[in-house]
Structures are given as C-alpha cells and as structure tokens.
C-alpha cells in the first residue's frame, strides 16, 4: 500500500470523488493538522452530515412504506456537483412523495376508526335485537347517542368513570382502538344526556369525532344502516389501497433514483470530512495499492481535466519490511487490502471476525480452506447428510448470485453460501470414510465396509485401551497446534525479530513436541514414569526451552505455556466426542421409534433424527470448529491486528460522470 496525497482544483472534486467512488481504490485517511498546507482549513461538514443522515433514512422509509420492489432507478438531472443544491432537491423530492404519503396514511386512520366505531356500535344493535328492545325503550325518549373520541391511555379510566356519572349508569363504553400515544372509543348512552357528556370529555381533555345521528328505533333498521356504512368505508379503505400502488408505480422508479442520490451524497459528504481546503483547491489523503500508482495518476489527471496531482507520500511504513529503517510513532498505519478469491469470501469473513490480517502475519486463509471443513467432516461425517447440505449450498449460492434476498432471518445463510458448500463437501467425504449414511453403516445399506469407523478398533496404550479415533483426534490437534506454532516463527522471523522467534514460538514448539513425544513413550511403557528418568536425554530436552523461555519472559509465562500446552490438545477430544454425539443422537430416535426393525415408524424417528442432527448438531459442530481455530490455533501466530482497507465507494450507476 502506498499514501498519497492529492491536489485537486475545488470545482473538480466531485469528478475526483466519483472516480474514487467507481475504482474502490481510495482508503481515505484524514489530513493531520499539522500536515495543513499554508492558507489551508478544515472543511466544516456538521450539518451536511445531519442533512445527509436524515434524508438516507426518509428515503429508505419511502421505499419500506410503499413496498417498492426490484426495479430499475429513474435518471434524474441533479445538481451532483453542489452538496448544498444537492440536499435541498433531496428534500424537496422526499418531502412531495411524503405528503401524498402521509394523506393517505391519515385517511386510512380516520377511516379505520370509524371502522372500529361501527363494529361496535354494529355489536351493540345486534345484541338489542336479539333480546327485542328498541333505541326508543331503552333510551327512555328519542334515540340513544354515540360519542366516538380519542384520549390518552392514561385519560381514558376517567373519561369512563365521569361519563358513567354524568348519565347515571347508562352508559356503554367501549375501547375500539389502542397505539402508544392515544385510545380510540365509542361511548353510547341515552339523547338527554349529550351535553353534560359532551361538558366532561371536553374538561378530560379527549377529542370529539362526529356523532352518530338518525338511527331508526329499531334496532333491525339501525343495524343494516350501520352495515350499510361499514360497506362503505370498507369501499374507501380498498380505493386508498389502490391510490397507494398507484403511487408506488408512478413514484418508485423516482424514488429508487432518490435513494441511489442519498447514498451519494451520503458517501461524499463522510468523504468531506477527510479532506482540507484552500479557497481554490482541495487536498485528500488515502491509501491506495501501490501496484495502481501509475494507473491512477493518468486515470484520475483525464477524470478532472488535468486539475488533480498525485503526490506519494515519503513516510515510512510502519509495517516495515526486513532492512527498513525503524518506523516513526507517527507514521499511518497501513490498512490490509486481502487478496483472496470471491468463492473464500465468507471464510475470510470468519477470520476478519476474529481480526484483520497485518501486513507482516500469515492471513490463515489458505489453510483454513482445507483445515476448516476437514475439522467440520471429522465431527460430522455424513455421506446422507453431506449431499443434502452441498445442495442447500448451492442452492443459497445461485440465491446470492442473483442477488435475491430470503429474509432477515436467513440472509446470513445466503451470504455464506461458498462456506456450507466447502462444509457439505466435507461432511460427504468423511462420510463416505466413516461409512455413515444418515445414521446407517454403510455395509448394511450399500455392502461396503468404511475405511476407517469412529465406532470401531481401540489402541492398547499399556494396560489400557482408549478408543482408536479419540487417539486419532488428538494427534490431529498435536500436528495442528504445532504447524500453528511454526507459522508464529515464521512470522516473527519475516519482521527480523530473531529473538522474539526464538525464545517465543520456537521454544514453545521445542517444548511441546518433546513433551508430546516423551508422554508417548511414558504412554507406549506402561504409563511407568520411571522411564523418563532411564534416558538422560528426556527431561532436558522437554525442560530446557522451558527454562529458556522463563528467563526471557518470566516465569509466568513459562508457567502459562505448560499449561496451555495441556488444554489447548485436549480441547481437540471435541472432535471425537461430538462425532459420538451425532451418530448416537440419529440412532436413539430411530430406536425410541420401533427401530432396529424397519418399519413407517422407525423410518419416521430417522428421518427426525437426522432433521434434528442436521439443524441443531451442525450448528454446535460449526461453533467448536470456529473455537479451534480461533481459541486453539489463532493463538499460536496470529493477532488479527491490521486495519481494514474500506475503499470510499459510491453505487455504480449513471449518476458517475467521468471527463476525457
């Protein structure tokens, strides 16, 4: 990576920008004070950014409220090269499709309340039919009246309560609706009582809706002309559905347009904050690979008509290569620019999770490639299951590759694709291995035997027999932990750091593998310790780097080596005991269903085991993998401590305009 600065006339950063934007090339870095050239300042950029936050986020509602899907933006003419002319039509645009908007979103309120009032007084009539009493009995003269009104949720205990008063008990209250700030209800009561009711809704402060008025006495009539108007708001809502689509239609290309402005003005408004000014040009810095220098230069002096100048930046690399002079504390931090190809995209997301990748460490991608569904295989081997998960993958990857969306939920899935099809062909192989065919041996269901079963053979270690795989397992984590401490050498020794390497990695390989080899021989003896004693070789070949170690580190250190020497390889006995689990979780609910036998039912508890395995297990076997690699073996060489490269990028649409 290379910093640079560059120049540019000011009314020619937006062609800069917009270039930067399409190439992704551009790291900005913010222009230090003290790096300000003469006659230069800051650019003030605090309500740009307000404005920019603001109106992204009422577009981006625009689009949820009118459920505006796939389709193309419409061109708008826009003033891109004016941020302040920018802002202002983006407003202007937003708050004219917000109005139609927010007309419909108050007519449909004013209309599902009157809804609500109508089924309840619809209830109330049906029920005075039903017992044969009319308006005119039971409201002693005249008919009843409604009130409808809204109040505070808090209000509405005393609204009921005082009405209850005012009409001497005739009353019937009903809530018809409920948000967070307010209650909607509908309050029936005999005609003498009107006013005063109208008196203490007023003083309680509750707004008033128009009252129902003219229902016939009976309460057959007053009911079919309270269905009658249901029908009718019932017509209005359906028509404001469709004045809603249609403002969809003739609005959402625009809208589409808006939000790609948005995020436009967004980016460059962020970007604003990086760069210093003079009254007639602009000054940026950013990291960019140092293999695009040449491209750049000529790329970006067409884009701005010859008004911008690059300028590499003489300080030294923080990161330095070996023979380099020592960096200064002052000096940027280079951000890292993975190279890695778009099909390992999501198991390098793995490892950014964990950290970025610096300069002068392994990244552990290309190990993982191998190591990550090998591990994955080992605790879930399924030649059933394997395919079943290789088909989702691919699934998801053709998903992803037309860019549809499966929801919040399973997104992450999607975007993971690659991954599960590396995880599916991992399972299929050590399935085929294992010889498991959804929880079946294979010999059983195909006639042949699997090459090596987790189930099967043991290894006398002396007088004691331990299971072959659990033995398998962790010479496995023996080799993987010390291939993870060769990488943590040969980094140090790629920073010239000699003496770090030596007393740190390397001791601690030295001590582990002497100590894994004289445990074997104590193990293959009989478990006589005794026997480290008979050769005057073992225990100063397994003590002397960690002597080393602790004079260099201090004892704690040694002392924290031993013991994570001890628990780091045994943690690799998960990868046994969950390749238990998964085999024995399939075969107890194909036994609690009526299995060895064949039958509906012992198939039905397989099929639901291997549905529960496939779900639930290989979720937790995906956790365990991560934690090995992360916990285990991160821990012997890798830091994760690079800053990652986020190129300044705008949407590639037609709004990016380059000169030349």
């Known amino acids: 990576m290379q910093h640079v600065s560059i120049v540019v006339a000011k009314d020619r950063l937006p062609n800069l920008l917009a270039y930067a934007g399409s190439t992704r090339l551009f790291h900005l870095t ?21 404005k920019a936050s603001i109106i992204r986020n009422r577009v981006v509602t625009l689009i949820s409220a009118l459920r505006i899907g796939d389709i193309p933006p419409l061109n708008l003419k826009t003033p891109l090269d004016n941020l ?26 004013k209309i599902e309340a009157e809804k609500e009032e109508a089924w309840e007084l619809s209830r109330f009539l049906s029920g005075l039919e039903n017992v044969g009493v009319s308006l005119d009995a039971l409201a002693g003269s005249g008919f009843l009246t409604s ?57 309680l402060g509750a707004k008033l809706s128009p009252p129902w008025t003219d229902l016939p006495s009976d309460p057959k009539k007053a009911k079919e002309t309270v269905d009658l108007r249901l029908s009718q708001l019932e017509s209005k809502s359906r028509k404001l559905e469709e004045d809603e689509r249609r403002l969809a239609k003739d609005e959402g290309a625009r809208i589409k347009g808006l939000a790609i402005l ?40 067409r884009a701005c008509d010859g008004l911008a100048t690059v300028y590499a930046e003489k300080e030294i690399n923080p990161h330095n290569r070996p023979g380099e002079g020592p960096a200064k504390e002052t000096d940027p931090a280079p951000p890292t620019l993975v190279k890695a190809p778009v099909w390992t995209r999501p198991l390098q997301s793995v490892i950014d999770n964990f950290g970025n990748p610096g300069y002068n460490e392994t990244n552990p991608l290309l190990f993982m490639i191998v190591t990550f569904p090998v591990m994955y295989g080992l605790m879930f081997g399924d030649f059933g299951e394997g395919p079943l998960i290789l088909l989702l993958g691919l699934f998801l990857w053709r998903t992803k590759k037309k860019g549809k969306s499966l929801g919040d939920f399973f997104q992450p899935f999607v975007n993971g694709a690659e991954l599960i099809v590396m995880l599916g062909i991992g399972i299929t192989i050590f399935g085929l291995i294992f010889g498991d065919f ?20 043991e290894v006398s270690v002396g007088n004691v027999t331990v299971p072959r795989y659990m033995v398998f397992t962790l010479a496995f984590g ?12 040969y980094n140090l020794i790629r920073r010239s750091e000699w003496k770090e390497a030596f007393f740190g990695p390397f001791c601690w390989a030295w001590f582990y593998a002497a100590g894994v080899f004289v445990i074997a021989q104590i193990a293959l003896a009989g478990f006589k310790f005794s026997i480290a004693l008979q050769n005057p070789l073992y225990l100063p070949l397994v003590l002397a780097p960690l002597v080393l170690s602790a004079w260099k580190e201090g004892g704690m250190h040694a002392m924290e080596l031993f013991i994570q020497s001890i628990s780091n390889t045994f943690s690799y006995l998960r990868i046994w005991a969950l390749n238990l689990a998964d085999f024995y979780v399939k075969f107890a609910i194909f036994l609690a269903l009526g299995g060895p036998a064949i039958t509906p039912f012992s198939l039905l508890g397989a099929a639901l085991g291997n549905l529960l395995v496939m779900i639930l297990e290989g979720l937790i076997v995906f956790v365990q993998d991560l934690r090995l690699h992360w916990v285990e073996w991160f821990g012997k060489f890798y830091e994760g401590t690079g800053i990652p490269f986020s190129p300044y990028h705008e949407p590639p649409t037609w709004t990016v305009t380059l000169n030349g």
Request: charged share 25%; proline share 3%; net charge negative.
């Open 262 to 301: 948005s995020e436009i003005f967004d980016a460059r408004t962020k970007a604003l904050a990086y760069l210093s000014s003079t009254q007639a040009t602009v000054l940026m810095q950013a990291w960019i690979p140092e293999r695009s220098i040449k491209d750049i230069e000529m790329e970006l002096s």
């Open 438 to 457: 959804f929880g079946f041996d294979s010999s059983t269901i195909f006639g042949f035997r699997p090459i090596f079963s987790p189930l099967e053979g």
């Open 30 to 50: 913010e222009v230090k004070v003290d790096k300000l050239p003469e006659g230069s300042e800051r650019y003030e950029v605090g309500d740009l950014l307000t």
């Open 478 to 489: 023996v080799f993987h932990l010390l291939f993870g401490m060769s990488l943590g050498v």
């Open 147 to 203: 009130l409808s009104g809204e109040a505070a949720p808090e209000s509405i205990s005393s609204v009921q309560r005082e009405l209850d008063q005012k009409t001497s008990g005739n009353l019937i209250f009903a809530i018809t609706s409920t948000s967070e700030k307010s209650q909607t209800f509908l309050a029936i009561f005999p005609d003498n009582f009107r006013e005063d009711a109208k008196r203490v809704i007023g003083a």
């Open 84 to 109: 302040q002319e920018l802002a202002r039509f983006l407003d202007d645009e937003t708050l004219r499709i917000e109005r139609s908007i927010r007309q419909i979103e108050d007519s449909r309120g």
